[in-house]
């Protein structure tokens, strides 16, 4: 699948995938990367390591030194893959170096699968084993 860049990098794993939108600040814990927010869906989830996929985040600005810190502490996800990434993750994974990308059919990918992100200066490729 194409894709737009957000943050450029090539990097492979498995997915975690979330149909509603992640507000990191308040919803996962920095410390850990496990998401906190009562009632998500990945509640109790660890997103270290992951290629995090979700439609787009929420809540506050706080959220972008959420993901920073998420990445200082050793425990970010390795990738994030939007539907629309908004201001907030595109501000948070700048300042992290976290490769991202948006304008994925993200429906088309599941929980588990095997996710290859290949991130260009501005287009990327998005492959599902």
């Known amino acids: 699948m194409k894709a737009r860049t957000i943050y ?13 939108p992640i507000g990191f600040y308040g919803g996962i814990d920095m410390k850990t990367g496990i ?17 995090l996929v979700f439609p787009y985040g929420k809540g506050s600005t706080v959220g972008s030194y959420v993901i920073y810190g998420l990445k200082k502490n050793g425990v970010a996800p390795l990738a994030i893959i939007n539907k629309e990434t908004e201001t907030i993750v595109a501000t948070g994974v700048i300042l992290a170096a976290i490769p991202c990308v948006d304008g994925v059919d993200i429906e088309k990918i599941k929980d588990g699968n095997i996710v290859e992100i290949d991130a260009g200066e501005k287009e990327a490729e998005v492959k599902i084993e």
């Open 8 to 20: 450029p990098g090539k990097v492979k794993g498995v997915a975690l995938v979330s149909r509603e």
């Open 35 to 51: 998401v906190i927010e009562k009632g998500h869906p990945l509640e109790g989830k660890s997103v270290k390591g992951k290629i």
